[in-house]
Structure formats: structure tokens, C-alpha cells
């Protein structure tokens, strides 16, 4: 076996010696597995923007070509009437009531969302942390708290308005409701799921359960309450416009379902844009938020 | 005041037994090494030193009475793994021990207390090794260099029983002789009873006052968890009995792990 392999490379290295005949190489680019290809920053900023790209044509193509037939067509609105309805609900004040709508709607919205989401998440701190930290309240929420994870919350909302009225502790309050329950039960599991010898070298370090609360527990799930948050914001969304669109006076969702009588798509469609950017930028900050607070949780990528 | 007495301990998981018929006493200030094959219960057994964990039955004395079935500062522990606390530098990971001990509510040190707990941080870090790593999160320690940290991070405890769940088993042989000097030095300046688990005969041999092998003396070949790990064999080390390379074969035959030769080669270093 060795000397067979030995006199190969002899024979390779004799004919090399010559350079008569080389043989052929291999190509020195090396085809890799799908999942192992990486992709630079311009390729993924290309890959990524495609979506989008092809979103925006297909709409620019389809309202061309509706509004090249009627030009009074309502359903897909160019570019230019979009952005002039905006600008109007933007900077021109309401005739009757001397409001910005946009500014006017974005501001309610948005205090109602982060009041019932800010509920949300103090509730799955304290609570979500006692169940899953402390046995004795665990077998006395959990159930409780498992059984409130499975009702729909939307079939709480005319409860609410019957019970709390239609003014703003009804929406905060089934934003609040709609979110906290999968919050609080994830907060729990995984405060469960801490290695029990972390928390077994706490306690020989002298901690007992409110400090290791403090300095071990809180610092731990820190990340995970806050990816908690961004992924609770999405059903928040849904709750708000929801709420707003059943009873309410201004707000993101109150103006679209309004409008939705006229047809106003060149109202809808830049509030939704203008909704998803909202969004968007919170959950960036979000992202932000937990690097800066929870460095180690974020270890810097290798370049 | 930190002896250790067992007796007739058993140590059930659901059917299977992993512990059965263990006794043994340590005085204050021993050293006992434990070794014994894979799976065979050893972690277990520290686990209930510990408090982590209780034993299905038998009496476990820790100091002056029964021990406290939980965790307590009386005993320090280095773990196999998860060894420090990830969301910690390792400068904080030993300022912790003091927050812990002494911080209030807060769970924090304030003040010149601070400053001072800071520089007996340094200087443990140091010791060990880690002045460079002194603001590194542990994720970007080696595993060497964690096990290291939470070496200082238990000694900075000052626990009255210390138990080491193989504490060197990731070190590089330098490291590890280092280590090995950090520890006997530490050991002698403050006597604490030290049980440590290892796999390595030789480590064994080199720090203990005592050598106690875990094994299994009866099989049930139908159902093999139907019998526990007892400790078959208990040597104190003197000056004599540890450079043995004979009581050395024998353990090693018994654990039929290490070899002989290699083991003694750490004994010497
Ligand atoms: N929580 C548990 N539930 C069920 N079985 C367990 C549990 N913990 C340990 N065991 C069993 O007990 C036995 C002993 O485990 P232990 O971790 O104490 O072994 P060990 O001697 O420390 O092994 P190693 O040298 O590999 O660390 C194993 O067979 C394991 O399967
Ligand atoms: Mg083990």
C-alpha cells in the first residue's frame, strides 16, 4: 500500500520534472455545498432589495395600465396621487377640526400601542420570571396562565368595550391581553431552562432568590424579553387597528377603515407603508436596545 | 468544624440506581480524590455534597449536622461545564462573589468596598492567569481559560469544603501542572476540605491525601441499572503509597481508564 503510493508520486514528480505532460488541474475554485456559499454585503443588499423591486414594478405596470383605460380609476393609484394624499393628511390642517390627521392618528396609535405592549412586558418580567423561578408560584399561575394563552383575544374585544367602555382602556386593555400571556409563558420557560448549576453556584456564592433575581436571572433572559417584545409587536399591530377600527375617534387604523367607505385607496395604501415603517424602525431599535444592553449576547461575527 | 461523613447512601433515578451503599468520612482538611469510569456516578455524588441535589437514602453530614439540601457558601463548586456566568466579564464574574456575599438588596457593593473588592479581583486574576482576559465575556474565553476563571471565581468564596467536578479537564498539560501549584498553595493556606473528581489517575495521585475509586460490585446482566456505583477502594496517600507505581497500576486497572505510565508521569511533575 505505502509503496505503491510512494512510487505514484514518483512517477507524478519525475513527469512534472520533465514538464512534458502535466496533468490537467483541477479548477482551484471549489464548489461548496448551498448552505455553506456566503454572501458579500452588495449581494445580500442586491438579493434583498429584489423583492421589493419586483413588488413595486408589478404595482407601477398594473395601475398603469388601470388608469390608461380610466384615468379616474380609484382602486390602484399612481405614485404621484398617493404621495399628494399623504402630504395632504401630512401638513394640511383637518377643515373641521384644524388637526394633522396623520400626525394626529400616528401619535394616538402609537401611545396606545406602546402602553398596552409596555404592560405587556412588565407583566411577563415579574410575572414570567416568579412562575419561572419560584415553584410555589408556578403551581399557582401556571395553569391559570396556560389556560388564558389559548383564548382568542378578539373574542374578549366586545367584552372589553362592554365592561371598560369604548375610550382608551379598552384598546390599551386588549393589546395588553392579547400579548402577555405568550409573553409571560415564554419569559417562564425560559427562566426554567437557566442551567440549574448557574443557579447552583449562585447559591454558593451566597446569593438568595431576590439577589440572584437581580444579578442572574434578570441579566439572563434580558435578550430573550426583548425579542419577546418584537415578536409580540406584530399581534399588537393587529389588536390596535383592530380595536381602532370597531370604535374610536382617531388613530392608523380608525383612518384606513374610514377612508375604506370612499375607496380611498390613495389614502390606504400610504398608511399601510406608513405603518410598516413605523414597525420597522421599532423593531430596529429594539435590536439596537438589546446590543447595547446585552453585549455578550451578541458576540461580534468573525469577519 | 467542615468534616464529611456519609452513610449508606443509595441514589435512585426513577429505577435505575446509580449510588448504592456509600460510606465515607472526611476529616477537615483532606484532600480526597475520586475517580472511577464514565456515567459511574461521580457528579452525582458531588451533586449531593452539594445540596444540588438529595440522596434517596443514607445520612449525608456536612460540618456539624445533616446537610442543608440546598446550595450554601460553606461549599464551593467548580463544575464540569457551565462553569461561569456567561453575561459576565470575567473581572465581574469575581466581583460577583462579594456583591453576592456582602451587597444588601442590591446585590451590589458600593464605594470604597468596591475598590477594594476590585483589587483582590485583579490580583485572583492574575494569579490565575487572566489579567489579559480581565473584560472578556466568558463566550470568548477558551475552555481553559473559563475553567480557570471559575477556579478563582470559587476560591474568592473562601468555602470551607470545596468540590471539583474534573476542574482540569480542559487544561493543556502546562496549564494544568500551573493550576495544580495554584491549588495545593490555596489548599494549604486555608485547609478547606477538597473533593475533587477526576480522570486522570495521576492528578489524582499528585493532589489527594486520599484516592477512592467508584465502582459497580454487583451486575445484574437482565436489568444493568438494577445495581449502583459503591466506592470499592479507599487508599490514603502518604509520602509512600503515592509515588507507588504499584497501588498507581492497580487504580488505573481498576478505573481501566488511563494507563499506568502516562499517569505516572504526571505524579512526577
Ligand atoms: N437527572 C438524571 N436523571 C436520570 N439519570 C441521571 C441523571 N443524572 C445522572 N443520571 C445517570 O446517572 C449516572 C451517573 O451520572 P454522573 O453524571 O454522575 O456520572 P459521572 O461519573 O460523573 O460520569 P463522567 O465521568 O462521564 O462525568 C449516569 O448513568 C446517568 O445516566
Ligand atoms: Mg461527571
Excluded at chain 1, 464548489?31 to 407601477?60: D, E, H, Q, W
Excluded at chain 1, 421599532?282 to 451578541?298: E, F, I, K
Excluded at chain 2, 466579564?89 to 458600593?110: H, K, M
Excluded at chain 2, 474534573?166 to 498553595?185: S, Y
Amino acid at each position: 500500500m505505502l509503496a505503491k503510493g510512494m512510487s505514484a508520486r514518483d512517477e507524478a514528480s519525475a513527469t512534472g520534472g520533465e514538464g512534458i505532460t502535466r496533468p490537467s488541474r483541477p479548477k482551484p475554485r471549489v464548489r461548496l455545498r448551498m448552505i455553506n456559499t456566503k454572501v458579500s454585503r452588495g449581494g445580500a443588499l442586491f438579493l434583498g432589495g429584489l423583492p421589493f423591486l419586483f413588488v413595486a414594478i408589478a404595482y407601477l405596470i398594473a395601475s398603469a395600465q388601470r388608469l390608461a383605460v380610466n384615468p379616474s380609476d380609484k382602486l390602484l393609484p399612481s405614485p404621484p396621487q398617493m404621495w399628494s394624499a399623504f402630504l395632504d393628511l401630512a401638513t394640511v390642517p383637518d377643515k373641521r377640526s384644524g388637526d394633522l390627521i396623520l400626525w394626529v392618528d400616528t401619535y394616538a396609535s402609537l401611545l396606545r400601542l406602546f402602553a398596552g405592549v409596555g404592560v405587556a412586558t412588565f407583566a411577563a418580567l415579574s410575572l414570567g420570571i416568579a412562575i419561572g423561578f419560584i415553584p410555589r408560584v408556578r403551581a399557582f399561575l401556571l395553569p391559570f396562565v396556560t389556560v388564558v394563552c389559548v383564548i382568542p383575544p378578539l373574542a374578549l374585544l366586545p367584552i372589553l368595550f362592554i365592561a371598560l367602555g369604548l375610550g382608551e382602556t379598552a384598546k390599551i386593555t386588549l393589546i395588553a391581553l392579547g400579548v402577555a400571556p405568550v409573553m409571560v409563558r415564554d419569559i417562564a420557560n425560559r427562566v426554567m431552562e437557566l442551567p440549574s448549576e448557574l443557579v447552583a453556584k449562585a447559591q454558593t456564592l451566597g446569593g438568595n432568590s431576590w439577589t440572584m433575581i437581580l444579578r442572574l436571572v434578570l441579566p439572563q433572559i434580558m435578550p430573550r424579553l426583548i425579542t419577546c417584545v418584537r415578536l409580540a409587536l406584530g399581534p399588537a399591530w393587529l389588536f390596535l387597528i383592530a380595536a381602532e377600527a370597531i370604535a374610536s375617534t382617531e388613530g392608523l387604523g380608525y383612518r384606513i377603515f374610514l377612508v375604506r367607505r370612499y375607496l380611498s385607496m390613495d389614502v390606504i395604501l400610504p398608511y399601510v407603508a406608513w405603518i410598516t415603517l413605523l414597525a420597522v424602525i421599532t423593531d430596529w431599535l429594539l435590536v439596537r436596545l438589546s446590543q447595547a444592553m446585552s453585549p455578550w449576547a451578541h458576540p461580534v461575527e468573525a469577519r | 468544624m467542615s468534616r464529611i461523613v456519609v452513610h449508606g447512601l443509595e441514589k435512585n433515578y426513577g429505577d435505575a440506581r446509580v449510588l448504592e451503599r456509600v460510606n465515607v468520612t472526611a476529616e477537615a482538611g483532606e484532600f480526597l480524590s475520586l475517580v472511577g469510569a464514565s456515567g459511574c456516578g461521580k457528579s452525582t455524588f458531588l451533586r449531593i455534597l452539594l445540596g444540588q441535589e438529595q440522596q434517596s437514602s443514607g445520612v449525608v453530614i456536612v460540618g456539624d449536622g445533616p446537610i442543608v439540601p440546598e446550595p450554601t457558601p460553606q461549599r464551593g463548586i467548580v463544575f464540569q461545564r457551565y462553569s461561569v456566568f456567561p453575561h459576565l466579564t470575567a473581572i465581574q464574574n469575581l466581583l460577583l462573589v462579594e456583591d453576592f456575599r456582602s451587597g444588601g438588596p442590591f446585590g451590589r457593593v458600593f464605594g470604597a468596598r468596591r475598590r477594594k473588592v476590585r483589587q483582590e479581583a485583579e490580583a485572583m486574576l492574575e494569579r490565575v492567569g487572566l489579567a489579559h482576559a480581565r473584560d472578556l465575556y466568558p463566550a470568548s474565553l477558551s475552555g481553559g481559560m473559563q475553567q480557570r476563571l471559575a477556579i478563582a471565581q470559587t476560591l474568592l468564596g473562601r468555602p470551607q469544603i470545596l468540590l471539583l467536578d474534573e476542574p482540569f479537564g480542559a487544561l493543556d498539560p502546562g496549564i494544568r501542572v500551573e493550576m495544580h501549584d495554584l491549588l495545593t498553595e490555596l489548599w494549604t493556606e486555608h485547609g478547606m476540605t477538597v473533593v475533587m473528581v477526576t480522570h486522570d489517575i495521576g492528578e489524582a495521585f499528585k493532589l489527594g491525601t486520599r484516592v477512592l475509586v467508584f465502582d459497580k460490585v454487583r451486575h445484574d446482566p437482565q436489568f444493568p441499572s438494577a445495581y449502583g456505583a459503591t466506592i470499592t477502594y479507599d487508599l490514603k496517600l502518604d509520602r509512600k503509597t503515592r509515588a507507588s507505581s504499584h497501588h498507581l497500576a492497580k487504580v488505573a486497572a481498576m478505573v481501566g481508564t488511563t494507563r499506568p505510565d502516562t499517569a505516572m508521569a504526571t505524579t512526577a511533575s
